[in-house]
């Protein structure tokens, strides 16, 4: 006869189940803890950027146009074609017209019977470096304006934030237009002009966080142990700058790249005969030549809306997976995880 504090032996055995599922639930929860704090920012970063299928997307165009521009000469080759050079005969019709895209000329040929697809590869190069370059430039002089504005304040803070709405209150066309009819036009007279109306717009945005990174606890405890203040925007202030640089950056490429085919389009840009996309609509665009050869508006449009929309893209992906709290979409994602996790528990629970 059994005494009346002990347990039915099937009563104990549910309990011991339930002690184990109680321990491995709680070890279970323990591990998924440790496996999110051992990831590095950048990796969570990461994580994020590889399920957004946008920024895949994005990333695979930018990838293929910056391929495309570093292989111009083997594209060059496999043609036959160099990028200003005229096929009159095989190029251009009996009536002086440009020839459809064939098995000869694939993207067809201009006015002057020159290959579309050598001359839109050998643009890419020139608006990609006229991008890359600008983008550093303006980078470069926008957030060394905006930290010192920012961290010195007082008549510094003055001038400069003066100087930025000088800047931004320019009409950057007609100024632009001016200043290359002086200058003359050019690769190097390109980027300048585009780094000298877009350095203004990331001096603003740098400031404006530098303001409210000099009131943190971590600014005032280097200031309390006696560092100098270059000392602290160098070591403490900038790396926190990195994230909006950034995100700015891959925004900026795109605006120079439309700057630059805009600069091309008027004839203030790179000079013929080098290949630019601007210029090669510019070419279209002469006596209506593309309601006879719309190719010459087709290919070098579709490859400048592709770049811009991909750099776009990428930088508002990138931003979303710096910070997650500031996508337009964050709610949605977070009911729809929770949604597809209630779905997974009832799965597992009626298996």
């Given at each position: 006869?059994?005494?009346?504090?002990s347990?039915?032996p099937r009563?104990e055995?549910?309990?011991?189940?339930e002690?184990?599922?109680?321990q491995?639930?709680?070890?279970?929860?323990?591990?998924?803890?440790?496996?999110?704090a051992?990831?590095?920012?950048?990796?969570?970063?990461?994580?994020?950027?590889r399920r957004?299928?946008?920024?895949?997307?994005?990333?695979?165009?930018?990838?293929?146009v910056i391929?495309?521009a570093l292989?111009a000469?083997l594209?060059a080759?496999?043609?036959?074609?160099g990028?200003?050079?005229?096929?009159?005969?095989?190029g251009?019709t009996?009536?002086?017209?440009?020839?459809a895209?064939n098995s000869?000329?694939?993207?067809?040929t201009?006015?002057?019977?020159?290959?579309?697809?050598?001359?839109?590869?050998?643009?890419?190069q020139i608006s990609?470096t006229?991008?890359?370059?600008?983008?550093?430039?303006?980078l470069?002089?926008?957030?060394?304006?905006?930290?010192?504005?920012?961290?010195?304040?007082?008549p510094?803070?003055t001038?400069?934030?003066?100087?930025?709405?000088?800047?931004?209150?320019l009409?950057?066309?007609?100024?632009?237009?001016?200043?290359?009819?002086?200058?003359?036009?050019s690769?190097?007279t390109?980027?300048?002009?585009i780094?000298?109306?877009?350095?203004?717009?990331?001096?603003?945005?740098?400031?404006g966080?530098?303001?409210?990174?000099?009131?943190?606890e971590f600014?005032?405890?280097?200031?309390?142990?006696?560092?100098?203040?270059?000392r602290?925007?160098?070591?403490?202030?900038?790396?926190n700058?990195?994230?909006?640089?950034?995100?700015?950056g891959?925004?900026?490429?795109?605006?120079a790249?439309?700057?630059?085919?805009?600069?091309?389009f008027?004839?203030?840009?790179v000079?013929?005969p080098?290949a630019?996309?601007?210029?090669m609509?510019?070419?279209?665009?002469?006596?209506?030549?593309?309601?006879?050869a719309?190719?010459?508006?087709?290919?070098?449009?579709?490859?400048?809306?592709a770049?811009?929309?991909?750099f776009?893209?990428?930088?508002?992906?990138?931003?979303?997976?710096?910070?997650?709290?500031?996508?337009?979409?964050a709610?949605?994602?977070?009911l729809?995880?929770?949604r597809a996790a209630?779905?997974?528990?009832?799965?597992?629970?009626q298996?």
């Amino acid at each position: 006869m059994t005494s009346p504090n002990s347990l039915d032996p099937r009563v104990e055995a549910e309990l011991d189940e339930e002690a184990e599922e109680i321990q491995a639930d709680a070890v279970s929860g323990l591990t998924r803890q440790t496996a999110v704090a051992a990831r590095s920012p950048m990796q969570l970063v990461w994580s994020r950027l590889r399920r957004d299928r946008v920024a895949i997307v994005s990333v695979v165009i930018i990838v293929l146009v910056i391929l495309a521009a570093l292989m111009a000469p083997l594209v060059a080759a496999w043609t036959g074609h160099g990028p200003n050079e005229q096929f009159r005969q095989d190029g251009l019709t009996e009536f002086g017209t440009p020839v459809a895209p064939n098995s000869q000329f694939l993207l067809g040929t201009d006015n002057l019977g020159r290959d579309v697809l050598v001359r839109l590869v050998y643009g890419a190069q020139i608006s990609l470096t006229v991008a890359f370059f600008a983008t550093l430039g303006a980078l470069g002089i926008g957030t060394l304006v905006g930290l010192v504005a920012g961290f010195m304040r007082g008549p510094v803070d003055t001038v400069l934030t003066w100087l930025m709405d000088t800047t931004l209150s320019l009409p950057q066309l007609l100024f632009a237009i001016s200043l290359v009819a002086l200058v003359g036009p050019s690769l190097t007279t390109t980027i300048i002009v585009i780094v000298l109306f877009s350095w203004a717009p990331i001096a603003r945005v740098v400031r404006g966080q530098v303001l409210s990174l000099r009131e943190r606890e971590f600014v005032e405890a280097a200031r309390s142990l006696g560092a100098s203040n270059w000392r602290i925007m160098r070591v403490d202030v900038i790396p926190n700058l990195l994230v909006p640089i950034l995100v700015y950056g891959t925004l900026l490429i795109p605006q120079a790249i439309v700057f630059e085919a805009t600069l091309s389009f008027l004839g203030l840009g790179v000079l013929p005969p080098t290949a630019t996309w601007g210029n090669m609509l510019s070419v279209a665009s002469q006596g209506s030549l593309y309601t006879i050869a719309p190719w010459l508006v087709i290919f070098p449009s579709a490859a400048l809306l592709a770049v811009t929309l991909a750099f776009n893209l990428l930088g508002d992906s990138i931003r979303d997976a710096l910070d997650p709290r500031q996508t337009l979409f964050a709610g949605r994602r977070r009911l729809a995880r929770r949604r597809a996790a209630r779905r997974a528990a009832k799965k597992e629970a009626q298996a």
